[in-house]
């Protein structure tokens, strides 16, 4: 009995040493990386054999493949070849859809149900339509709306953005079957989120404030209990489009560190073999990869701790201190001072700095530590 008792004991001791070790191993392994973040490259071509080729070129360092491209969207055949590719490579998949046709493609709809039965949630939804908000700022109308300038003044025209968008048949169509939405933006992310969209994607290019625009993205996001990313777009308006492999590094670095779930390299149009990408930008989205999975590479994660509260229905692009309200109106009496503080509080809080709208149905007094509302002083 008495060598039975120190057997159990010596026993129970070496079973805790070694599930100890397992958990510290597991734990150390795990701690960079969120397995539910997705980081890929889109695909504007208009053939299988282009999309296979780009597929074959980053499925070592990526685990997202977003089918921007109206062309395959309108190609039943060719869509779900490339889908199928893909999942193969073991990436997930996003498919473009400026609409969902009940006509001349009726098989949009059919296709979609059938995605999520066939690839569960490797398909990820549609990236519907592309930057209603900014478009609406530099005066575009919806494409289905009606005219945008009979409204009077803001909350006419807000109301006016987020039904037209909700209320449009193709929107309906998605939420009715529980496909998730998803588009990319420069401008107005906190009514693109109000008019129904699950996901939205910051771009982040031209000579754009970055944290500004996460500020903008991720405060609209988090107070609407949505989800958001950023997608690395342009910067130049001719060849060679993108900035340079260290600079769209940097894009993904401080993306990734604000929380983005999402993150994205656009590759539109084809001015090479792989669309606009070159090798030093492939070399990039490497790097990237490997040190997120890395366990010698850690990140500071920023999260949204300091809120900026700007008007209800305030519709202001905020790109310059000249950009008009909802694409109608000029900047009022209130821009120059909101644009003040929004540059004071982001070079003081810079990643921590949330930017978001005073609406009654969010309660952001209980999710930040320090709020600046839009006519406050700042200490």
């Known amino acids: 009995m008495k060598l039975t008792g120190w057997f159990l ?27 539910e973040f997705f980081f890929g490259v889109s695909f504007g071509g208009n053939t299988t054999s282009e999309a296979k080729l780009l597929i074959d070129k980053v499925k070592g360092y990526t685990n997202l493949f977003v089918i921007n491209s109206w062309d395959i969207a309108t190609n039943e055949t060719a869509l779900t070849e490339i889908c199928e590719y ?11 859809f400026n609409f969902i046709s009940r006509t001349t493609y009726a ?9 999520k039965e066939r690839w569960g949630n490797k398909f990820l939804g549609v990236y519907f339509y592309d930057e209603p908000g900014g478009k609406r700022i530099d005066g575009q109308q919806w494409v289905r709306g009606e005219v945008f300038e009979n409204v009077s003044n803001y909350s006419e025209a807000a109301q006016k953005f987020v039904v037209d968008i909700n209320s449009d048949r193709s929107m309906q169509d998605l939420k009715n079957n529980n496909i998730q939405v998803f588009t990319a933006d420069y401008a107005l992310y906190w009514f693109d989120y109000m008019a129904g969209y699950d996901t939205v994607f910051a771009e982040l290019g031209w000579n754009n404030s970055r944290i500004q625009q996460i500020a903008l993205c991720r405060g609209a996001a988090n107070m609407q209990n949505k989800q958001w990313g950023t997608i690395i777009t342009w910067t130049y308006n001719d060849p060679p489009y993108l900035a ?16 983005a779930k999402y993150i994205i390299v656009f590759n539109y149009p084809k001015i090479n073999l792989h669309g606009i990408l070159e090798e030093e930008h492939f070399t990039a989205m490497k790097k990237f990869w ?17 809120a900026l509260v700007l008007p209800k229905d305030y519709g202001w692009g905020m790109r310059n201190p000249d950009d008009k309200i909802w694409g109608i109106w000029p900047p009022d009496d209130l821009s120059p001072p909101i644009w003040n503080k929004m540059n004071r509080l982001l070079k003081r809080h810079r990643l921590e700095l949330d930017i978001i709208y005073d609406y009654p149905q969010f309660n952001f007094k209980e999710e930040y530590t320090k709020i600046y509302l839009w006519n406050s002083t700042i200490d």
């Open 86 to 96: 893909s999942i193969d490579a073991k990436m997930s998949i996003m498919v473009y």
């Open 9 to 35: 004991l010596a026993l129970m001791l070496f079973s805790a040493v070694c599930l100890s070790i397992i958990h510290i191993q597991h734990d150390v392994k795990d701690a960079p990386f969120d397995e």
């Open 244 to 259: 340079s492999g260290s600079e769209i590094f940097q894009d993904m670095i401080t993306s990734y560190r604000a929380g």
């Open 107 to 115: 098989w949009h709809l059919p296709w979609l149900n059938t995605a």
């Open 290 to 306: 490997n040190s997120i999975h890395s366990t010698r590479v850690t990140f500071s994660k920023a999260e949204g701790q300091v």
